[in-house]
């Protein structure tokens, strides 16, 4: 008997996570712009210890055990057919194939700034960026970090961290930085960024350049639309939140008005027979937060049901972002709840306990050891 087939478009984060849990079950295709997976968190990491970030978020596919029975295609998808039920991608080539699904997964993500982008890439063009970003912050004497996010917020604490003598500035619009945390989160990551020299700029409001896409790292001033002087500084990092969804391959009747795919609660896309979407592309609810809050299981359950003709279960967001802020640490890594209090797995912890056994063996349900090619 023919198993059915499941196309994840997108194996970043949450569409390898759902490949994983599909994969016993059905015959599972994954599409990914990247030979591996290249995850988008831990921006501060990344830039302020690049090797030690890819050892955790840059792993070739084939490491991972739970994808042996996944067959992965690199390639840009750039359309869709309802009606005939297949996916075309585009190979690095130039040469374009079909992918027919039963189901098709969007976990497609989106695209914010130049650490997170839909570029075809190699795992060694991945770590060549990699490199030329951190040199070009270990070269400066000043950083300007532009944002309240939790990525601007990540990135200037490691920074700090990792260059103490580098002056390190910090600019967002509103009165506190992580407006999607609890207040109390804010309270301990500030005190946090102080102790580490870190300056705080509220009300700030940066004015970007015309025509600029975020794409790099910048240099000279930066202007404020709030009136405030301009901020000079040998080197300027934009995580303004402007988030693109990596949709231009799908029909816009999927598509809310800002491009991102509407869903039911049960994560299925609206007015698409057996077409589901998960992570930062879906719009759950203002904080598209099921790339967060692991709906990878809960999707795949779905995709099961929906195959064997079951009702569906519903998707629950939460109302606040939660999870680590600043990422691994020398204490650890401090983790906050919805409600803005937070605890800590200490230091000793992370490559004994959380890594090894929570994280690569719990979540992701075994990875090889890195052969020293392709991560």
Not at 136 to 151: D, E, K, R
């Amino acid at each position: 008997m023919t198993r059915p087939r499941v196309v994840v478009a997108g194996l970043g984060d949450t569409g390898l996570l759902t490949a994983r849990h599909l994969s016993r079950h059905v015959d599972v295709v994954g599409i990914s712009t990247k030979a591996a997976l290249v995850s988008g968190q831990e921006l501060g990491m990344r830039l302020a210890r690049p090797d030690e970030w890819a050892r955790e978020y840059l792993i070739g596919f084939d490491r991972y055990r739970k994808l042996d029975g996944v067959r992965t295609v690199q390639g840009t998808l750039d359309g869709l057919s309802l009606a005939d039920r297949v996916v075309s991608v585009r190979l690095p080539d130039g040469t374009s194939q079909t992918e027919p699904y039963d189901v098709l997964v969007i976990a497609t993500g989106v695209t914010n700034g130049f650490w997170r982008r839909p570029d075809l890439q190699s795992p060694r063009e991945v770590a060549t960026a990699l490199r030329a970003a951190h040199e070009q912050l270990a070269a400066a004497g000043s950083i300007n970090v532009i944002g309240g996010g939790a990525a601007a917020v990540n990135a200037a604490a490691n920074l700090a961290l990792a260059w103490p003598e580098t002056r390190v500035a910090l600019y967002y619009p509103g009165d506190r930085a992580l407006p999607q945390h609890h207040p109390r989160a804010w309270g301990t990551v500030s005190g946090i960024l102080t102790r580490r020299g870190v300056s705080l700029h509220p009300g700030h409001r940066a004015t970007v350049p015309p025509g600029f896409e975020l794409d790099h790292i910048t240099t000279g001033p930066v202007a404020f639309s709030t009136g405030q002087p301009d901020a000079d500084a040998d080197a300027t990092l934009w995580a303004i939140g402007r988030v693109r969804p990596n949709t231009g391959w799908m029909p816009e009747s999927l598509l809310d008005e800002a491009g991102f795919v509407q869903v039911t609660p049960d994560l299925a896309v609206a007015g698409a027979s057996g077409v589901f979407a998960i992570g930062d592309v879906a719009a759950t609810d203002p904080l598209r937060g099921s790339a967060r809050n692991r709906a990878d299981r809960l999707l795949a359950d779905n995709v099961r049901r929906h195959l064997s003709g079951q009702p569906l279960r519903t998707y629950r967001p939460r109302r606040r972002r939660w999870g680590s802020v600043l990422g691994f640490q020398p204490d650890g890594l401090r983790v906050f709840t919805p409600s803005g209090r937070s605890f800590r797995f200490p230091a000793w912890s992370i490559q004994t306990v959380l890594q090894p056994w929570i994280v690569r063996r719990g979540i992701y349900g075994g990875i090889r050891p890195d052969d020293g090619g392709a991560r």
